[in-house]
């Protein structure tokens, strides 16, 4: 591995040829949902927080988590599992993580059951949604990308947030 010295003295990593490559909007964070591998555009994320306190919402939508503290912002935590019809996470369950991103300059958390890596996913590599897709799946789906011989779902954020 190459490493590249920074103006401040620090030494990081070099990016990969493969990395370097990819422009920014191919480039996605995956995470798990139920077992699903799915990918959200880097571009789109603002953080990744582990387990964090959740207020709920009096009369908010079921897949409306609650909403927590990110730095004096309050953030409206949207609970993935629910949003896309699966059952909810089981009480013995690791607590959720929470991916941060922004749409219309408001921050979402994405509670998911699993954060992977930052991957290049090119658009040539992704294939329209299967007709087996469940319908609530395929309603918030940018289409499929394989990837180490299993499907990824790559997430449109702006159709997750729709709810309702």
Known sequence: MQTTTTAAGATVPSPSPASAVASEEDVFLTLTVAGQACAVPVLAV???LGAHAITRIPLAPGEVAGSLNLRGRIVTALDLRLRLGLPP?????PPAMSVVVEQFNELYALLVDQVGEVVPMPASGFTANPPTLDPQWRDVSRGVHRRE????IALDVGRVLAIG
Do not use: K, M, P, T
């Open 46 to 48: 603002r953080d990744v």
């Open 89 to 93: 996470r089981e009480v013995a369950a």
């Open 149 to 152: 011989g299993h499907l990824v």
